[in-house]
């Protein structure tokens, strides 16, 4: 258990539908969720299901008897007050002070105790066009709501445009992000590389490694939920809140990561030593050669040494290191030999490809810390916690 106490409201969108994947995902990740819907939502989802994936009773009605006011009950149990979908009629409602219905008096409320409130609209594109939602959307980042915006595509009205619900993932990670941060990182900006790098043979063919990137990812997902401002540089594509740019090879990651300014840097990518030397620019045929082919490659530049040659002093730099022997040794020396702040050393049997990993993290000063094995989510918070201060 987390203990983090997710408030959940729902309102009359089409798009409530999707709102049981979200409750799923709260509850698989170990968050308690409450959920309270307008009277109008309840013509879009059932209070039966609701119930059977929070495991809680669903609130709605504002007068019903009971033995604690729950609009002021359910503002001291949560920890975040999240609306997804939010309509275009609650969110002018919100932005003008209405609690006419148990949903706008908990916002009402909610918004008084300073506890984060997270908005995820869903309309029409000419609702979300209107000028006066778009005012009352202003008026409520203004006063500290957090939104995310409406994505563009197919509209359950049968159009095309701007006007959809978030995508579950994010408005997921983004809750994360809320509850967890801490303002002070918001202006620290943490790039990380991700990925094993593709080095090209041909126009079809590549060299790579079995880098799945999970534990960057882990990285770099822990550094946003903590508020850092987050960038990385993959060889994979995913969807997040924070900016992927993506590469592919080891030369392309250096010249993208050289382009990024950083607080931290964290080189968690698998690059390759090697790439081709001559690329042919057209598929090679099996055709034209014999049964024996040679590659010729060469060396790629070592990235994290290149940029920590013009590291300024207020910048971390950390490193990854991967070796099935004599592992710590070879850690040290890459730390010395690339003027590192940290690397964090693992090994290739528990490393590559897996859900768990088990490291140990060397700072420059030589002091060692281990971390068991665990899930690379957990090892890559206990990682932050070391690398970045
Ligand atoms: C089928 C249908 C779909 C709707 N979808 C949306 C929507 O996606 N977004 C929205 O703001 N309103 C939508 N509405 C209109 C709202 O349901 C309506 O404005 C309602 O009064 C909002 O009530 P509530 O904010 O209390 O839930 C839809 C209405 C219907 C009948």
């Not at 495991?55 to 009971?66: A, D, G, I, L, S």
């Not at 995820?120 to 209107?130: E, Q, W």
Request: overall charge positive; proline content about 2%; glycine content about 4%.
């Amino acid at each position: 258990m987390n203990n983090k106490n997710i408030l959940l409201g729902i309102t009359s969108s089409i798009a409530a539908y999707k709102i049981y994947e979200l409750i799923r995902l709260y509850k698989k990740n170990n968050f308690n969720v409450k959920v309270v819907v307008s009277n109008n939502a309840l013509n879009f989802v059932s209070p039966l299901v609701l119930e059977t994936l929070t495991n809680e009773k669903v609130y709605c009605n504002q007068f019903e008897p009971r033995v604690e006011v729950e609009h002021i009950g359910l503002v001291d149990w949560a920890d975040i007050f999240v609306i997804a979908p939010i309509s275009a009629n609650t969110i002018s409602k919100c932005a003008q002070g209405f609690a006419d219905n148990l949903l706008t008096s908990i916002f009402c409320a909610f918004l008084g105790s300073k506890k984060p409130v997270f908005l995820a609209p869903a309309m029409n594109k000419d609702m979300y066009n209107n000028p006066i939602i778009k005012e009352n959307i202003l008026k409520l980042k203004n006063m500290g709501c957090d939104f995310i915006d409406c994505e563009t595509g197919f509209l359950a009205c049968g159009t095309q445009g701007v006007g959809r619900l978030a995508d579950i993932e994010l408005i997921y990670q983004k809750t994360k992000r809320l509850i967890y941060q801490n303002k002070a990182n918001n202006n620290k900006k943490v790039l990380i590389s991700v990925g094993g790098t593709k080095e090209k043979i041909d126009s079809v063919r590549y060299i790579s490694n079995y880098s799945s990137g999970k534990m960057g990812i882990a990285i770099a997902d822990w550094a946003y939920n903590l508020g850092y401002d987050v960038a990385i540089v993959s060889t994979i594509d995913f969807k997040r809140n924070y900016p992927i740019l993506k590469v592919d090879s080891a030369i392309e990651m250096l010249e993208e990561l050289s382009n990024q300014k950083f607080d931290y840097l964290i080189m968690a990518a698998a690059v390759g030593d090697f790439r081709v030397e001559d690329v042919s620019e057209y598929k090679i045929s099996k055709e034209n050669i014999g049964d024996c082919f040679e590659l010729k490659l060469v060396k790629n530049p070592d990235i994290v040494k290149t940029i920590a040659k013009n590291k300024k002093e207020n910048q971390k730099i950390i490193g990854f290191c991967l070796a099935d022997k004599e592992l710590i040794n070879c850690a040290q020396n890459k730390l010395i030999d690339k003027n590192l702040d940290y690397i964090v050393a693992n090994d290739v049997k528990t490393a590559l490809n897996t859900d768990k990993n088990k490291v140990t993290i060397i700072e420059k000063s030589g002091r060692i810390i281990n971390i068991d094995l665990d899930f690379k989510d957990n090892i890559a918070k206990k990682i932050l916690e070391v690398v970045c201060d």
